[in-house]
């Protein structure tokens, strides 16, 4: 079942990781950074390749520091050593926590005052689609007795994790069309009289079958020719004649996230939430068109909106057209009015329309693609413009 | 295959939530707090009930408030309100998010300005085991926009948390229940030559078989005689003849976690191996033993320290033998010197005594209980003594 002639080598060369560090380094330079220190699970492993289910304790924190020279420093919890040891960090420092007292704090300042100093700066997670992976109170002792400026490292590190190497982009491709056969299989698996959380289930197993690592996100929801959120469920409710099923997925490879959703029509569907749907599917055309180097995520936003605002819909509470994607299900930039982000080569991003077009009944689509000099490139296997029947 | 007969009702009644508010008021009384204000999945989904696999996404943030008297109020994006809507929660209030330039942060100032003082402080998630679901350039534009002081609400919130309710204790008895189960059923589906990767495939679509909702939390590992740490993997290695498979996790029902080990034998075993084994497998007797009201958690890992001691180790890199468990993998309290928590009736803890026996060698057991008033009593299926064999 698993495509092991189609899955690329989990984890990342030595190269591909100084690759990043040198480009990196550039960017924190032009930022005034004398040096990044990160905490969360997505940035650690981007510089560093370490992963660990681990961090879905909160108990202890992590850290690791990318100076503006030189390699990643990794200032872990003991218990994460050996692992840290078998990446091409070769500088780990660790602490026998979890220590309540003094959760690696000195251990770290130590190692951001060693650094070479010429900004007087370093970069923390402080800003945008980002938290700190520590206690509030021990950041804020820690930047109360260092010697440097603690600053918002957030838009150097999303300028840095935006672009995706070659290799990032062929993990996301795999995640996707793994995920894409799954939903196409879907309709043969399920039949009307399953449940919201049996659809769920299933697509969730088929899915770790064909290979994927895990699935963290997959809320379906289903009603009477659309959906009143996308957000939320599975519940236990058995979607009826009429019904669309919304199925939406960030499953993972090797760290790398799709994110993309599929709608079902249970049975036969009225004819005006088939028109929403088609209205959708042409968004998405609209969208995929767009998104080409040089246009801003306001341009890609307005080529969806034109479509979406002829079709004729009281709302979308969703508060933006799609957005990056990556080691995280959600990254910079968004498809919104006022987000200006300019659109570069291998940004990977979704192309995410959707509309409520009539009271409690939202139709969402959505693709993943990589940006190329030429346009972008599906990584999912395309929606069907007619809407899979389940039977 | 979905044991339903056992499976408790999803999600918790109003008189409930009703009880947790009453009780969560007594003790932000007693810490001398006019509210709580929340961020994390965990704590607003133990006030709420809310539940949404959507905050896998960081791009917006969500806020729940909980006064000293009166119902929880809803801060959050409109994407999410149809959902909250549909809890015991009446007052909730949204923005469409994502708004870079304020997303949430009016809203949540009114919110917790408009409410009764007394104290002049709320309490944020700003200590041990948490961190803040915002950007921290917001938290702290909010901190010193406020005429409240904030601060530090964790204490309080893991008074709240530290003891279950019946239901709570239910829910993750089940998890614990199916997880156990499948770890039986590994032996007749894994065989020699089949990798650590494979095995947890195996194990994570059997416990979703069995009626789990996810599985966030499956490091495995092997290695001659024992493991070199316990919190990564897996990795594509094969176990070999003399291997021990370890495999953890954290798998959930309905929101709460069950957190627990089992060890395999590859074939045969060293006798040195298995010495190792029993040792740890009466550290736990003695652990589940000692977790009786009244004794604290430095009474605990004694009790384990003991029989660990007289095993001959040569180290431990996990910091602790043990800690508290539900909305969350890990929880306070830790059973590790110094800790002093005092336990009480209805905890959920972890018992979790390892060692390394010899270098790169560790062997660690784990069992879920919960406290009753006579003594912990067992959550999983008490590992076996003699270590199950994968042949």
């Not at 520091?65 to 050593?81: D, L, N, T, Y």
């Not at 650094?115 to 992976?133: C, D, N, T």
């Not at 190497?165 to 993990?171: F, G, M, N, V």
């Amino acid at each position: 079942m698993i495509a092991a002639s189609r899955m690329p080598k989990r984890g990342f060369t030595p190269a591909e990781f100084e690759q990043r560090l040198a480009r990196a380094q550039q960017i924190m330079h032009r930022h005034e950074l004398d040096a990044l220190f990160v905490t969360a699970p997505p940035n650690i492993r981007y510089f560093t390749g370490f992963d660990s289910q681990f961090w879905e304790s909160p108990t202890r924190p992590w850290f690791v520091v990318v100076p503006r020279e030189g390699k990643p420093i990794a200032v872990i919890p003991e218990i994460g050593a050996p692992e840290m040891a078998l990446t091409w960090v070769d500088d780990i420092r660790t602490w026998p926590a979890p220590v309540p007292e003094d959760d690696g704090l000195s251990l770290l300042r130590s190692a951001l005052e060693g650094l070479p100093r010429r900004f007087g700066r370093v970069g923390a997670e402080l800003g945008r689609e980002m938290s700190l992976r520590m206690p509030v109170v021990d950041f804020l002792r820690l930047r109360d007795s260092m010697r440097l400026e603690i600053a918002d490292g957030s838009p150097a590190l999303w300028e840095i994790r935006m672009v995706k190497t070659a290799a990032e982009i062929e993990h996301i491709h795999f995640i996707c069309t793994i995920a894409s056969e799954a939903y196409e299989a879907l309709p043969s698996q399920l039949s009307i009289g399953e449940s919201e959380r049996e659809a769920t289930r299933k697509l969730r197993i088929d899915i770790a079958r064909r290979g994927a690592d895990s699935t963290p996100f997959m809320p379906a929801i289903s009603g009477p020719g659309g959906v009143p959120q996308i957000v939320c469920g599975p519940h236990d409710r058995i979607p009826e004649e009429g019904d669309i099923l919304f199925i939406d997925t960030g499953s993972t490879f090797d760290g790398y996230f799709c994110d993309f959703d599929r709608n079902y029509a249970i049975g036969r569907i009225s004819s005006e939430a088939a028109r929403a749907h088609e209205a959708m599917w042409l968004a998405t055309e609209a969208g995929i068109g767009a998104a080409v180097p040089g246009a801003t995520t306001d341009d890609v936003w307005r080529a969806m909106g034109k479509i979406i605002e002829e079709a004729g819909p009281i709302g979308n509470n969703v508060g933006r057209l799609g957005h990056g994607l990556g080691l995280q299900l959600t990254e910079p930039p968004s498809h919104r009015p006022g987000d200006g982000t300019v659109i570069v080569e291998n940004m990977v991003l979704t192309i995410e329309p959707g509309m409520e077009y009539a009271p409690g009944k939202m139709i969402v689509h959505e693709e993943n693609v990589a940006i190329t000099k030429d346009g972008a490139r599906l990584l999912t296997k395309r929606a069907p413009r007619e809407m899979p029947v389940i039977r």
